[in-house]
């Protein structure tokens, strides 16, 4: 684990000292670079490393993704300020849809924990036959009352809003699966 932490610290270095292009290169880096609706940030806003990722919350690669990088990048690179990581929602169903709009209801220092859960027991609450009552259950422990949890699911401005996003995201920085992840643009 650590070692996949180091790998992406030498990725980037290396990327930035040679110019190295490790990935497609995006046209539109004033998208990449504005704060986005609905993103959950976390680490020193002025750390010399941004991590950028579009995920799924039913994404299974997004999941692996998530404990064998993210986790140990946090523990080693997020808590002591060289690095900021940015989370952004890119659902492929339905249920990582009512995810991401539960999310989107939280305070965002409630967030990263709900996020770690769903990925931690994604395999109980996605592909359960009715995801809505594991889901409730995750934003109730996380102190949400079922009341904001209805409002937050039948809020459809908010959910068109959240698949707008995701639109742009396809149109800006061509993405087409997830996790797509950007170091520093």
């Not at 523990?75 to 709009?101: C, E, K, T, W």
């Not at 396809?170 to 643009?185: D, K, Q, W």
């Amino acid at each position: 684990l650590i070692g996949t932490g180091l790998l992406v610290i030498v990725a980037f270095i290396a990327w930035k000292e040679l110019r190295i292009p490790l990935g497609n290169l995006i046209d539109n880096t004033a998208f990449m670079e504005q704060s986005r609706p609905f993103e959950i940030a976390y680490g020193d806003q002025e750390a010399a490393v941004t991590i950028i990722e579009y995920a799924s919350l039913t994404c299974g690669s997004c999941k692996h993704f998530h404990e064998d990088v993210v986790k140990p990048i946090e523990s080693l690179y997020i808590r002591n300020g060289q690095v900021r990581y940015v989370f952004r929602h890119y659902p492929l169903n339905a249920p990582a849809l009512d995810g991401a709009l539960l999310l989107s209801c939280l305070p965002a220092e409630k967030a990263k924990p709900v996020i770690d859960r769903l990925f931690a027991e994604q395999n109980m609450w996605a592909l359960a036959d009715d995801p809505g009552e594991p889901l409730r259950g995750y934003f109730t422990a996380a102190g949400m009352s079922a009341d904001d949890i209805e409002r937050c699911l039948d809020n459809d401005q908010r959910k068109e809003e959240i698949v707008a996003e995701q639109q742009k995201a396809r149109e800006a920085l061509n993405i087409n699966s997830t996790p797509t992840v950007f170091i520093n643009g």
